[in-house]
DNA sequence: GTCTATAGCTTGATAGAC
DNA sequence: GTCTATCAAGCTATAGAC
């Protein structure tokens, strides 16, 4: 049993981000080999099932990072405004301020059923947290979930509009609207905020 | 030479709808063959340069039913917020209530230099037809343009989570909004609509 | 303008030595 | 746990007949 040549945390942050970048099928074994330094023997031996088992290996790790830390404040205690902005904070870092696009975009293009399952439970908890904000603002649920859906939109839109412009400050802007959008109450949301 | 089997309309089509939901690399002759019903030659003859040029080709197409049908309305005369609305409609239509993924979404990612040149010249238009809107309404242009491009990001993310969930609703409310997104003054914009 | 046929390369995947 | 070596299948691309 040879040493291992990186740990699995340095595995998955290498090869996330060849999918992050290219996608499900865009991301061959030649571009995993070089991004992790492994022969493809190598990396059929951690990942038996080959790319399938590798995405959901890294979306299962992503969702932990996500739920543990970035989307951490929604099921903590204090000012539901304040724990947005947080979030919002922690969004910015987790995307690199809109330069690394999401897994939950760029994954689910032609990939298997079984990870479209997993993207849409990962989207689901996100929305779920971002609802508990407007929950806890006291907006009525249909609402909260809206505002939270719409969030998520204008985060997946801000990144996709970076990426393509090569310009951050569409996501910057999605992020920074996010307190509002997830807190204020019907006919008193101003956004985006005054020019 | 041969009868055609089809128009260069019909074969843009069917090809659009292939690069629309696999993505650039996941594209293969394979399923653009069985689209066209057109052998690999024979899409070698209409298109020489391969992938990039049919790439190349439907964005040019896309490019004129964007601008001369969907974005029209930016460039007529009217009341704005009837413009936009018209724009959503057709908006609507083109993305077929959200269950047609956006080109500038699939192929932006592992594509040819050239293919995201032209990709952010697309986008670039649209926000620009936004942005119209905006200014018409009696914006401020650095406000006009923001809310363009942030329009063009709730558009795409709308796809995107609509997309993830399987849920068309996402998407639809992304155009809801529009007409009140592109030309509320400051401080008077509310969204969502009232709950 | 479409077809058949073929070429060469890259892909995903496996076997077996160390 | 990593490596070399090998495989069949799929891929992009081209030549030439009709």
Redesign the pocket.
């Known amino acids: ?6 740990t699995d945390q340095q595995i998955f942050a290498r090869l996330s981000d060849v999918f992050r970048r290219k996608g499900y ?1 865009g ?6 080999m070089a991004a992790t ?6 990396l ?3 990942f ?1 099932g ?3 088992e590798m995405v959901d290996a890294i979306l299962s790790q992503v969702d932990r990072t996500f739920s543990d830390y970035v989307l951490r404040p929604a099921w903590e205690e204090g000012p539901p405004r304040e724990r947005a902005r947080q979030m919002a904070l922690r969004l910015g870092e987790f995307y690199g301020s809109g330069t690394r696009w999401c897994l939950l975009d760029t994954l689910t293009l032609s990939s298997t059923p079984r990870t479209m399952k997993h993207a849409r439970r990962s989207m689901m908890f996100w929305i779920k947290s971002f609802e508990r904000i407007g929950r806890d603002a006291g907006l009525p649920p249909t609402s909260a979930r809206r505002r939270a859906e719409d969030a998520v939109s204008a985060i997946e839109g801000g990144l996709i509009v970076s990426r393509v412009l090569k310009d951050r400050r569409p996501f910057k802007r999605a992020l920074a609207s996010l307190p509002i959008r997830l807190t204020a109450a019907a006919g008193t949301q101003r956004t985006p905020p005054p020019d």
């Open positions: 049993m040879r040493p291992a040549k990186a099928e991301a061959s074994y030649a571009e995993l330094g492994l022969v493809k023997a190598s059929y031996h951690r038996p080959g790319k399938e």
